[in-house]
């Protein structure tokens, strides 16, 4: 008795009615989604690409010489006591130099 | 369409579509609308709404073709199932189902006859009751029963263990079994 209700709901089950779609279901998503763009999410060595590319150099070699260049030569022309001598002694004090200063004024 | 491209597995057109490759997607269309279409429909019960939740699962994917990840999930079918099934859901809290249309259903061109209405109205409660279950219950019978899917491709929709997915098979007919001979 149960072994035929099972069998009748396991066939009212199989059965059961479907309104069909329309025919051209497959055909409007897929005019659908020409019409609108992809969005990709790149990788993460895409983004690091991507991120050296916003300072592309069109000729890298040129530029690392010339700043290697510029710097010697700025370090070359920069005064010879730029630094401040532990004791006040000898050199350029800051005391000095400032009230030389206030004497122009 | 090229006997190339119906060749071609789910896998190998997904590829494609990462790569934006509109044929590669028209064809995976044109192999799986019906079969979501039909899933969509059982939860639906309409039409026009299971048409839309299958055009938009299908314009998610093109969109965003990186939701598929073929290192996480193992055939596209099972993936792709539980993404309309999820939109089922979403519009099935948003509206209620309608009840059946007799216009709807499919013509019968032969007469009326007491069976074919005795039948009719079998149905009909079946589609109420089936409606009225709890959600992983219905889902587990609209998956094992009108796509055919095994047991176990049932369970990895859900993504519950197959006992699980055995027990919700149990008990949803057990409940209709119930409600139907009342």
Known sequence: ??????E????????????????????RIILKARQMPQTTIPSFWQS?????????????????ASALV??????????????????????VSIQGFLSADETLL | MAAGWADK????????????NGQAFAVLVERHTDRFYRLAYRYLQNRAAAEDVVQDAFLKLWENPALWQPQRHSKFTTWFYRIVVNLCLDQHKKKKPEVLDNDALVADDRAPTDELMMREQEQQMVEKEIAALPE??????????DEGLTNQEAAEV??????????LIMRAKTTLKERLKA
């Open chain 2, 158 to 167: 859900m993504g519950v263990n197959l006992k699980a997915l055995q027990s």
């Open chain 2, 136 to 145: 992983r219950q219905r889902t587990a019978l609209n998956l094992c029963f």
């Open chain 1, 8 to 27: 009748k709901l396991e066939t009212l089950l199989r059965s059961r009615r479907l309104e069909p779609a329309s025919a051209d279901l497959a055909q």
């Open chain 2, 9 to 20: 597995e789910d896998n190998e057109l997904l590829a494609l579509i990462q790569d934006g």
């Open chain 1, 70 to 91: 510029l710097g010697i030569v700025i370090g070359l022309s920069a005064p010879q006591e730029t630094t401040l001598a532990a004791d006040d002694s000898g050199g």
């Open chain 1, 1 to 6: 008795m149960s072994d035929n209700r099972d």
């Open chain 1, 48 to 64: 690091v690409r991507d991120l050296f590319g916003e300072f592309h150099l069109p000729k890298p070699a040129y530029v690392l």
